[in-house]
């Protein structure tokens, strides 16, 4: 059918739809959601005596575990039991891994920690407050080990090995070739080369981890309840590591999720450990993920290193690629990874016609939190390689980048389409696309904006972006990572099993039930119309269930909700399960009505004869036959009316023994084209113009579609411009709290302008592939190229932000004056993690000498150091304290050293120490000089701290001021020691200034 752009959606009462399927009609799960009545993880009742969980985490990046000191924790009353890797270890098994690689992970760590934030210890209570409280009790010491980030760094033999039995960070190398690289690379007439890397980020939603586990000792067999979203291959991968049989670790999913976009699959470790601490403490066990621990290491999308070639004709025609993509995937290789390197693999040619590839890939490990799948996994990564590619082979032959992309795209008469390195694209028009999106005035209103800006001095660009979206992961995809002597040995693996149940009840009513997680994509909604299409029902009318149980629902291990298989997999099992039920009820009806099965039709809620509508019978009626008058049923017919579809298409083959796989089953098309402007002055990107063209095939609620892409685009502006998550090189997790990991709020989310064309996919019986995926890998490319074009620059690093946009425009930033850097005392060189520095003047109103016997007087320095609750002297000014700080959301209590040194009686010295604590550690000196004034004492002081662990990713921003007023708060403290009368902020200040008014007034002060 031809592509008519849509402005928007006009909604239509169901009544006025002979269609259900296809019709924009409202959510059904809205109503429940907007009036605050879902039924989140945590809202759920939980069983009599649950207990409550706090993690504890490591501070550092790479260190091993000297000792776990619990002692003080279990004496506290409320504390059942502090769970540690040696308990872990004896009762369960490492997580399975695709690779044959000795990378043991256990849901606590086991001997040594390899990221900052991995779980050390669980601590068990009687609620969540005791639990947080006993945390800080426990006493873990390390042994500190180099740690390496820099995946480029990791690949090399001197680089600090993470686990000693792999011999190298490296752990896995894949080579690929595809047709004839080498002759079309020697009969090119230029290569094009350039290098990306993709960062890590992660898509936070707004929900965070949440588990209840029991334990029956009954049976030995386990239950949790988790807002887990699959795939549950990880399912046995779960039951393994607890030594148990999959029919004895029933896991629940909970009727909401505040979002998932993939991270909410790495939730479970922690349904493994909340499993043992429940067998541990022989009761039910909760725990709730706070936002921190969320940021710092529930997982993210890895980042990826690619060099990419082509071999391109004078024309711009691409005869061959050449890619090596280095991924990144943290301190461990948590199941199903490595999953964003091969998802893609069989569409790594993109869009475009390209008969020759070769691929190395290449899975390294590095000390950070273990990286997992987020929303669109694996394409972004691709995608910016390709399209950033295609824009500099334009660049390079002074092409307009759109003819570049005209010229390889794959010919709409090539459908379906084998590409080399084995995928079908089931369907697809991309030329008549592209010109759809281009046309009525787009791109020239587009160009005649960027012309004039850049007459007036302004940066302006023009982007675009073409990518494949796959449907419903073939399961064997992963196994391209073995060679295929080792897929031989180990079987071939293959296919994705999508299952969905219809019941019908004695009355009539129709219940669905399905093999998918609820995330908020309004499953519910298309599955009621589904159902009810076949039935000749009303959505209404279909009461939809999503709350999976593995003790009782029909799954398989490709059950979830995840790469876009809801479209093309569970909603067609759902049409066949209908069918199948409508069939048994047609031969029902038929036989009460005299007539054939083939006459019988469903609509308004009747089952009646085709050839003569009045012969009709209720709908209920029928389906009432099947439960109360099975002597009614036709002959051989088996008195119920449960059926369940199961969908498994054959096109999803095994790997071939030349490495070719079909990755997914159906593959849509995005086309994005966009116009930047950059500012000058505050080097911020604009998007101006925003325009995405979809074929994702037939739609199923054009409503429900166009809200999936509209949260598609936004991640894909966050990825492009906002959200990054960085680490120091020793591992320190710099972006923990919402001050430093910007998520854009709906004020810096453009408009778009969506459009969409429908090409049906010939493999699935509804004609519909998977959508919503799409923007997350389109819009960092099209972003990129946009701004690439403005600034007229190669190579662009992701996020685009201000900070980055004036390097490439200014250059680096210049030093500070050697001057003021002199007054900061240098750091300590052994803990380079977040640094901070300042410097300030206090004014005391008592003498230098007095301000020195404060100084030196260890009962004063008790009540002088903030939030110090404990102090003992260990040497002649040397001293260990016990103190409670709190930064922002990250309080707790540390152990803390205070020297004095370099001192120069009444005139100047130095201060030292450093803070230890389960939130993390900090270390720092300060130089103080006092000057005599008419009113006592003028103190001047400067300072340089370092920060790490889970302290140091709360925020550049709230560290610096946070810092600032803990330093200032000891001089106002010793102030107020030496003179009372100085009122501290907020502190008696009332009657300080009711004196000095009456002074002022001739009274009594």
């Known amino acids: 059918m031809p592509a008519t752009p849509r402005r928007g959606r006009s909604l239509v009462t169901v009544s006025s739809v002979s269609q259900l399927s296809g019709a924009p009609i409202l959510r059904k799960e809205d109503a429940a959601l907007l009036s605050g009545r879902g039924r989140y993880a945590d809202d759920l009742p939980v069983p009599a005596g649950t207990l409550h969980a706090h993690v504890i985490r490591s501070p550092h990046a790479h260190a091993d575990i000297a000792s776990i000191d619990a002692s003080r924790a279990l004496a506290q009353p409320g504390v059942w039991a502090v769970v540690t890797g040696a308990d872990v270890k004896a009762l369960s098994d490492p997580f399975l891994i695709a690779l044959k690689a000795p990378v043991h992970q256990w849901s606590l760590a086991v001997e040594r920690v390899r990221y900052v934030g991995e779980p050390v210890a669980l601590v068990v209570a009687d609620s969540r407050y005791v639990a947080e409280d006993a945390a800080e009790l426990v006493r873990i010491e390390y042994a500190e080990r180099p740690a390496v980030v820099d995946p480029l760094k990791a690949r090399k033999s001197t680089a600090p090995l993470l686990h000693a039995d792999t011999k190298s960070n490296e752990i896995s190398v894949r080579q690929f070739s595809y047709g004839d690289t080498g002759a079309a690379f020697a009969a090119a007439d230029a290569r094009v080369r350039m290098v990306t890397d993709y960062p890590r980020l992660s898509f936070t939603p707004m929900e965070c981890y ?63 450990l ?74 790594v040619t993109g869009a475009y016609d390209i008969p020759n590839v070769d691929v190395t890939n290449r899975v390294v490990l590095t000390n950070k939190m273990p990286a997992s799948l987020i929303r669109g996994f694996g394409g972004p990564q691709l995608y910016l390689a390709i399209e950033r590619l295609v824009q500099r082979i334009a660049c390079e032959l002074k092409l307009d980048p759109l003819e570049i992309i005209r010229r390889n795209l794959i010919p709409t008469e090539k459908f379906p ?52 979206e796959p449907g419903m992961s073939n399961m064997g995809y992963l196994s391209t990572l073995l060679t295929a002597d080792a897929r031989e040995r180990a079987g071939p693996k293959n296919g994705a099993v999508s299952m969905a149940t219809v019941n019908i009840d004695p009355l009539g009513a129709v219940s669905v039930t399905a093999d998918v997680t609820v995330q908020g994509q309004g499953h519910e909604t298309v599955l009621s119309q589904i159902v009810a299409d076949e039935l000749g029902l009303l959505p209404d009318d279909i009461a939809v269930t999503l709350e999976i149980d593995t003790a009782k629902d029909p799954w398989s291990i490709a059950a979830g909700t995840y790469s876009c298989r809801f479209t093309p997999g569970t909603a067609v099992a759902a049409q066949m399960a209908a069918r199948q039920v409508r069939d048994k009820l047609a031969g029902i009806a038929a036989k009460q009505l005299n007539t054939l099965p083939d006459d ?89 113009r925003y325009v995405s063209m979809h074929d994702a095939g037939r739609i199923l609620n054009p409503l429900i579609a166009d809200g999936q892409i509209y949260g598609a685009f936004a991640q894909g502006i966050a990825a492009a411009l906002y959200e990054e998550f960085v680490s120091d090189d020793n591992g320190n997790f710099l972006a923990g709290t919402f001050a430093d990991y910007l998520v854009p709020t709906v004020s810096e989310i453009p408009k778009v302008e969506l459009l969409h064309q429908e090409t049906p996919s010939p493999l699935t019986p509804l004609g519909a592939k998977g959508l919503a995926e799409g923007n997350c890998m389109s819009v960092p490319a099209c972003v990129a190229n946009a701004v690439a074009d403005a600034l007229d620059v190669k190579d662009i690093s992701l996020p685009i932000t201000p900070r980055r946009i004036h390097a490439l425009l200014e250059g680096a930033e210049r030093p500070p004056p050697a001057t003021a850097a002199a007054r900061a005392p240098e ?79 009444e ?99």
Request: net charge positive.
């Open 827 to 905: 750091l300590a060189p052994a803990k380079d993690g977040r640094n901070l520095r300042g410097q300030g003047s206090f004014e005391i109103a008592a003498s230098p000498a007095e301000v020195w016997r404060a100084l030196l007087d260890p009962e004063r320095l008790k009540t002088t150091i903030p939030g110090c609750h404990e102090l003992q002297q260990t040497g002649a000014h040397d001293y260990r304290a016990q103190v409670s700080l709190g930064v922002g959301p990250v309080r707790g209590k540390f152990d803390a050293t205070v020297s004095l040194s370099d001192l120069v009686e």
């Open 417 to 468: 389409y084998r590409t080399a390195a084995g995928a079908l694209y089931d369907s697809g028009d991309y030329a008549r696309a592209i010109d759809t999106t281009v046309g009525d005035g787009r791109l020239a209103e587009l160009k005649r904006r960027r012309d004039e800006a850049r007459a007036a001095g302004r940066y302006y660009g023009i982007g675009f972006a073409c990518v494949v």
């Open 274 to 347: 909340a499993a043992i601490a429940a067998r541990i403490t022989g009761r039910p066990v909760k725990w709730v993920e706070d936002r921190i621990e969320h940021l710092v290491a529930a997982s993210t999308g890895p980042n990826r290193i690619t060099e990419i070639e082509a071999a391109i004709t004078r024309e711009g025609r691409i005869l061959a690629l050449k890619l090596d993509q280095l991924e990144d995937y943290g301190a461990y290789l948590r199941a199903p990874m490595p999953g964003p390197l091969y998802r893609m693999h069989g569409s």
């Open 907 to 1005: 005139q100047s010295g130095r201060i030292g120490g450093g803070l230890t604590g389960p939130l993390g550690e900090a270390s720092g000196s300060g130089t103080l000089r006092l000057t005599p004034t008419e009113t006592g004492t003028r103190l001047d002081y400067d300072y340089a701290v370092t920060i790490g662990g889970k302290v140091a990713a709360v925020g550049g921003r709230m560290l610096d001021g946070a810092a600032a007023i803990i330093i200032r708060q000891f001089f106002e403290r010793l102030s107020r020691g030496l003179n009372p009368q100085v009122a501290a902020p907020g502190e008696a200040g009332p009657r300080v200034w009711l004196r000095a008014l009456r002074a002022k007034l001739g009274g009594r002060p």
């Open 600 to 688: 019988i039709e469903f609509a308004g809620g009747a089952v009646r004869s085709r050839r003569n509508p009045d012969n009709a019978m209720p709908f209920g009626r029928v389906a009432g036959t099947a439960h109360w008058s099975p002597v009614m049923l036709p002959e051989g017919m088996a008195p119920s009316l449960r059926e369940t579809g199961v969908w498994s298409p054959q096109e999803l083959e095994p790997p071939t023994s030349d490495d070719r796989i079909n990755t997914s089953l159906t593959y849509g098309f995005v086309f994005d084209m966009c116009g930047v402007e950059i500012d000058p002055s505050t080097y911020q990107v604009r998007v101006d």
């Open 210 to 272: 949440v588990v209840v586990a029991q334990y029956k000792p009954t049976d030995g067999s386990y239950d949790v309840l988790a807002n887990f979203q699959g795939p549950f291959s990880t399912h046995p991968v779960m039951a393994k590591a607890l030594r148990v049989p999959g029919t004895k670790f029933r896991v629940r999913i909970p009727p909401d999720s505040g979002g998932s976009f993939g991270i909410k699959l790495s939730v479970f470790p922690y349904m493994v």
